[in-house]
Every structure is written in C-alpha cells, then in structure tokens.
C-alpha cells in the first residue's frame, strides 16, 4: 500500500530564501508525482507533475525532483515570496488515483 | 483557462439526510475523481469513473456514497444518509488521461453534518 510522508510539516524561513520541501513515498512504481499548493480553506492548486520516466520540472521559481529509486521528490522553492505562504501536498499515483502527503505548510516572513 | 467548478461551496445538513455534491469537469477530461478532506488530515481519494461506470474506490466509498455523470457535464456525489464523520471537505479532480496528465482540482465543497 502506497504511503506518502513529508517533511517538514512546517516551516518558517524570512523572504528571499530558496528552499527545499521533501517528499518520500514507499512504493517505488508510480506513474507520476505531482505538487499542488492548498490556500487555507481552499481547493488544490497543480504546481507541478513528473511523470516517472523525468527527473525533474521546472515552472517559474519552482522546481521538482523526482527519484524513484530511493522513493523521493523535492520541491525546490527559489528567492521565496510572502505570497509563497501556503500549504504543499505531494501526491503520487499508480492506478490513476492520487495518494497525498500531509503537506508542510510554509510561511515567509517579509 | 479551463477550471473544475464545484458547487455549492458549502452545504450544512443534519444527519441523516441525503445530499448532493456536484462537480463540473474540464470538459475534454475522461477522468473523474472525487477525494475528500477532513479537517486537519490528508486529502483521502474516495472514487475514481471513467467511461460511466466506477473504475477504483477506496473503503471509505460504501454504500452510503454513489457517483453519477447524469449528462455530458456534471459528476455529482451523493451521501444518502450522512453522519457526523461524514463532515469534511470533499473536492472533485478530473484529467485527460488516467496516468501521464495533470489532475485539475475544484475548490471544493465544505459539508457540514450537524
């Protein structure tokens, strides 16, 4: 059974920082990872997605690393804005359906 | 830009009462999906349907929910006879192919069971 952790459930770092959100899953044949940023109270907002055949994607200031093999993603978060104050799930998939993480919630500070 | 909608954004019922979740997904996605949030867990995939008919549910999908494309548009849930537990942020996905493509997500609807 698929099982998704992050770490760290939260973080707090001021404005200007890259950072790095992490994402471990334990069944290594999946399809694809994606990341979505959740606003509190909010639906799921698609960041990225790597399929499993990538290493990475890049969109803006964001980029996601994927490694099967050691059953990891990262979520790299360059020159961090206020407005980057949120929650980020990974979710990876094998059958079509999502299986999530519980998030790290990050805030920046100005 | 093409969005999932999801309507109403937030339904109070009393238990036992039946109610109806409705979705409208990207129109050229074949893949729908609805997931559900409790208040401060994870995001739990409930159902995915394909083709008019279920393709994967998860134990929580019981009896008490169904899933229905009624027309060429919507995707409705329905709980026939809610509990408290039921309470949660259920959120509807859809996507153009069942691996390799995004999942686009709703904003959810906010289901209060009183």
């Known amino acids: 059974k698929q099982e998704v952790t992050q770490i760290p459930a939260a973080l707090s770092v001021p404005e200007g920082e890259n950072l790095v959100l992490n994402c471990s899953f334990t069944?290594?044949?999946?399809?694809?990872l994606q990341w979505f940023r959740q606003d509190p109270g909010k639906g799921l907002t698609s960041l990225l997605l790597?399929?499993?055949?990538?290493r990475e994607q890049t969109s803006g200031r964001l980029n996601a690393s994927l490694d099967k093999s050691s059953g990891r993603s990262t979520l790299y978060i360059a020159a961090s804005q206020p407005g980057d104050s949120a929650t980020y799930l990974c979710?990876?998939?094998?059958?079509?359906?999502?299986?999530f993480g519980q998030g790290t919630t990050l805030q920046v500070k100005p | 830009e093409p969005e999932v909608t999801q309507t109403p954004s937030h339904q109070v019922t009393q238990m036992g009462q039946e109610v109806i979740l409705r979705c409208v997904p990207i129109?050229?996605?074949?893949?729908f999906y609805w997931y559900r949030q409790i208040l401060g867990q994870k995001v739990e995939f409930l159902v995915s349907?394909?083709?008019?008919?279920?393709?994967?549910k998860s134990e929580i999908f019981d009896d008490q929910f169904s899933v229905e494309r009624p027309d060429g548009s919507n995707f409705t849930l329905k709980i026939r006879s809610t509990k408290l537990e039921d309470s949660a942020m259920y959120f509807c996905?859809?996507?153009?192919?069942?691996?390799?493509?995004?999942?686009?997500f709703g904003q959810g609807t906010r289901l209060t069971v009183v």
């Open positions: 069944d290594s044949a999946i399809y694809n």
């Open positions: 790597i399929q499993s055949s990538q």
């Open positions: 129109s050229n996605h074949l893949y």
């Open positions: 979710a990876a998939s094998n059958t079509g359906k999502l299986i």
């Open positions: 349907f394909y083709n008019n008919e279920i393709s994967e």
């Open positions: 996905a859809s996507s153009k192919k069942r691996e390799g493509t995004e999942a686009f």
